[in-house]
């Protein structure tokens, strides 16, 4: 019996003196934040209380260690001190949406237990640390919304573990290396709003379990990669504001767990493949702002579209009707195109959910649809610039909720 109480004090000693240490840097911390303007730490943070619980601190009941550090959403100001790398134990640490700047402090390389890094949205500068590496267990990896720049350090594509990175909104440059391909528990890939350039490797296609590409907003060239289509998960595919050639692989289309694609603004061209309409839970598809010359009738067959976006390509001839009984639709996007056909007199009757027609910049024609009235949920009209005739049904004063209507630069009467 002594021997077991001798070893519990023991065992609360060195709990105790190990939660002093995670004191002393919660305290270092504190000492850094200039700003905080909603009083979460500065007033919160006291020897006074039990590290744990102070706000934004989780304790492990094991081990009594602090666990959990999330001060995200705090809005504080300040920088990060290398005594953060002493809680050893920390699982978590989220600091998004403040404004902490500086560099980080190569003391974190310490916290091995890390699974997720959450540090969005802050001031951080300088290159990614490549001690970020060191932290093999790590499954979220954000630094999106920062001014870090440089390239991304090779020792990160050797953390096994990583399911989610997010580096978006940086000023990263350089190519895509190759060993990216290493990183084969990755779910999510965002790295968008940032200035790689180059062609995507073809080692990325060993991302098998990838369900988001986001690359939008880089400077990547070449053609669309057809090995795209060997991700079977994939659900979002962003690859908007760069300057992609050529057509969209026929490959793409047969990923049948596509929810949303987004090659918007972009230098595409030809025709859309048939075989787009082989995906059936597709909801969102946004092509606007490239050459695509031909309107797939195939995409009439979706009925769980939502967002049809095609507007600033050079599409002509008839819009297919299909398109206008999708009932699933939410936006219609066809503004700044060539297409000149009249539309249907009903073309609400299978849109319940309509809440944008965006056809201006055409060459439509005929009189304006005199069942627009039935387009309850519409907020946006926009119709200008084509050349409807007739008189303007009155009806439209009907749709309540309309905040824009555009339907200058017509033939239409009152």
């Known amino acids: 019996m002594e021997r077991i109480t001798w070893f519990f004090l023991v065992y609360c000693c060195c709990c105790v003196a190990s939660l002093s240490t995670d004191e002393s840097g919660l305290l270092a911390l504190k000492a850094r934040i200039t700003s905080d303007p909603q ?98 267990k790590l499954e979220t990896f954000n630094l999106f919304g920062n001014q870090f720049s440089g390239s991304i350090p090779a020792a990160v594509f050797n953390v096994s573990a990583l399911q989610v990175m997010d580096l978006s909104y940086n000023q990263l440059s350089g190519n895509i290396p190759p060993v990216l391909g290493n990183l084969s528990s990755l779910v999510e890939l965002r790295l968008r709003n940032n200035s790689f350039s180059g062609t995507l490797p073809v080692e990325l296609a060993r991302l098998r379990q990838l369900r988001l590409v986001s690359f939008g907003y880089n400077n990547f060239k070449g053609e669309i990669p057809s090995w795209f289509g060997s991700l079977p998960k994939l659900e979002t595919f962003n690859l908007h504001g760069n300057q992609f050639t050529g057509s969209i692989p026929p490959a793409i289309f047969n990923i049948s767990t596509l929810q949303v694609i987004n090659l918007r603004k972009n230098y595409l061209s030809g025709s859309t493949p048939r075989a787009i309409g082989n995906l059936t839970i597709l909801k969102e598809l946004y092509l606007s702002y490239n050459n695509f010359e031909e309107f797939p009738t195939e995409i009439g067959t979706f009925d769980q579209l939502e967002m049809l976006d095609l507007e600033f390509n050079s599409l002509k001839g008839h819009v297919p009707l299909s398109v206008f009984n999708m009932s699933s639709l939410i936006t219609l996007g066809l503004t700044g195109n060539s297409l000149n056909s009249s539309l249907p007199d009903n073309i609400c009757q299978h849109l319940p959910f309509i809440q944008g027609f965006y056809f201006s910049r055409n060459q439509f024609n005929g009189a304006l649809p005199s069942q627009l009235w039935q387009c309850q949920q519409l907020l946006v009209l926009s119709l200008s610039r084509n050349n409807f005739s007739g008189t303007i049904p009155r009806n439209i004063g009907n749709l309540t909720h309309l905040q824009l209507l555009e339907l200058g630069f017509n033939n239409c009467t009152v």
């Open 39 to 136: 009083n979460m730490i500065l007033t919160n943070w006291s020897t006074t209380t039990p590290v744990c619980n102070w706000v934004g601190v989780t304790c492990a009941s094991r081990h009594l260690r602090v666990a959990v550090l999330n001060i995200s959403y705090f809005g504080l100001t300040g920088t990060i001190p290398p005594e953060l790398g002493n809680l050893t134990f920390l699982v978590e640490l989220q600091l998004t949406n403040n404004s902490f700047s500086g560099t980080l402090p190569v003391e974190l390389a310490h916290l091995h237990r890390l699974k997720l890094v959450s540090f969005g949205y802050n001031n951080f500068k300088g290159e990614i640390p490549s001690w970020f590496g060191s932290l093999s």
